[in-house]
């Protein structure tokens, strides 16, 4: 069951990672090639796309690192009522 969570993530992370700049640069060129503008806007979804799957990254690593340090029990679970002094 580990190794199916595991994979999920995997996966998530390069959707997260390559779903924004393929999207980007899709959707660069059909600007350039359906209004007839220059290179600047392929460049413009190049960088767009990289900052977006820059943050994805960021965000699924930082939710990743979270999940496992739930999991990993670092801190004392919680008192009962009968345990208390």
């Known amino acids: 069951?580990?190794?199916l969570t595991l994979l999920t993530w995997l996966t998530q992370l390069?959707?997260?990672v390559a779903l924004p700049l393929a999207g980007f640069i899709v959707l660069a060129?059909?600007?350039r090639s359906q209004f007839a503008l220059g290179d600047w806007v392929l460049?413009?979804?190049v960088v767009l796309g990289l900052v977006s799957a820059l943050d994805g990254l960021r965000q699924s690593?930082?939710?990743?690192?979270r999940?496992?340090?739930k999991k990993s029990g670092d801190t004392?679970?919680?008192v009962s009522y009968n345990d208390h002094d």
């Open 67 to 69: 999940l496992t340090r």
């Open 1 to 3: 069951m580990k190794e």
């Open 43 to 45: 460049w413009a979804g």
């Open 29 to 31: 060129l059909w600007l």
């Open 61 to 65: 690593l930082k939710l990743l690192i």
């Open 76 to 78: 004392p679970p919680p």
């Open 14 to 16: 390069g959707l997260s």
